[in-house]
């Protein structure tokens, strides 16, 4: 079948402040033991055309811009942020910038969800598994993820290193290899014991690399809750709820593990560009392709994200009034 048209919500970007402090934290060159990616906006935009990305959702990728300085991460966030809404602006119509949050620091996170709403009209967020060590579904969170739910919003997610790694020779490899998706799947865990999705329902959350661990140990997880002691927890209704990005290598078995937790409409398109090199978002969308009949392929490439990204809706009907 012909490819669709896709929007992709797992692409990264680098902001001149956050390489900045990248720099000055010794992640110049490398971050969580990989090559950094070189990154443009104008190498970002070829890319979109070669692949048939009509839009990407960006976000600054691990690690994250609170690096123990709650004043630097303020700053950081706010600049990115302020760089991401002038590219947008740009680029009408081909970006959507998830809004970066100085989090632990939640009155920090707090004040710049507002500005981001406020001032940017940033309407999306990112957040990381961890920063600092505070997990996703930790108390110190929980003021920031009662401000997200003030309004309707999709906060993409993203994995970075694990707080505590064990020395090990396994972990010498880069933790996109493997942390990453242990620090995902620790990170959904603690929301789901912490009860974030329920009390949270105007936030919808994006699982990267199609739910990394959580589909496996689903059904572990669902039958061990059940002698949990903090009450009910409906595992499987959580993982249900979420949505879940085909970014990096979903496919095959990937791909038919999400499937057992959620349903198709809950699925995305993600290149995880500039971090996945061209040649293999090539060759995994093309994956994809072989496997989607044309139904799949809508839902999965474009429907689904215009159905949790409705500022890509209002950026088009906005190009449309101004060609008029």
């Known amino acids: 079948m012909a490819t669709t048209t896709k929007i992709d919500v797992h692409a990264h970007y680098f902001p001149p402040v956050y390489g900045k402090m990248l720099e000055r934290h010794g992640m110049g060159e490398r971050i969580d033991g990989a090559p950094r990616p070189a990154w443009s906006e104008e190498r970002q935009l070829a890319f979109m055309d070669d692949m048939d990305i009509e839009v990407a959702v960006l976000s ?14 303020i ?11 002038g ?15 100085p989090v632990p620091d939640a009155e920090g996170a707090i004040a710049e969800i507002r500005y981001c709403r406020e001032k940017l ?5 990112a957040m990381l598994t961890q920063s600092c060590g505070v997990y996703l579904g930790s108390p110190e969170l929980e003021p920031v993820m009662e401000e997200l739910d003030r309004q309707p919003c999709t906060v993409v997610l993203h994995p970075t290193r694990p707080a505590r790694v064990p020395d090990s020779p396994a972990t010498a490899l880069p933790d996109a290899f493997m ?38 140990l689903s059904d572990r997880l669902a ?8 009450g009910e927890l409906d595992v499987m209704g959580d993982l249900a709820g979420l949505y879940y990005d085909l970014a990096g290598v979903s496919m095959p078995k990937q791909f038919d593990l999400v499937r057992q937790v959620t349903d198709d409409s809950h699925i995305l398109y993600g290149s995880d560009a500039p971090f996945t090199p061209p040649a293999l978002c090539r060759s995994f969308a093309a994956a994809m392709d072989q ?5 799949l392929a809508t839902a999965v490439f474009r429907e689904n994200a215009l159905a949790i990204f409705p500022e890509i809706q209002d950026q088009a009907n906005t190009n449309t009034k101004e060609t008029l």
Request: aromatic share 10%; net charge neutral; no cysteine.
């Open 121 to 125: 009209g940033i309407r999306s967020f």
């Open 179 to 216: 942390e990453y998706f242990f620090d995902t799947t620790r990170a959904i865990v603690s929301m789901i014991v912490a009860g974030t999705f329920r009390k949270h329902p105007n936030i919808r959350f994006v699982v990267p690399h199609a739910g990394a661990v959580l589909p496996v």
């Open 291 to 295: 496997r989607f009949d044309d139904g």
């Open 87 to 101: 590219l947008a602006r740009r680029h009408p119509g081909r970006f959507v910038v998830a809004g970066t949050l």
């Open 75 to 85: 700053e950081v966030a706010r600049d990115s942020n302020e760089y991401g809404a």
């Open 60 to 73: 600054p990728s691990s690690p994250a811009v609170n690096q123990g300085d709650d004043a630097e991460a």
């Open 223 to 230: 039958v061990l809750s059940q002698a949990f002691p903090a």
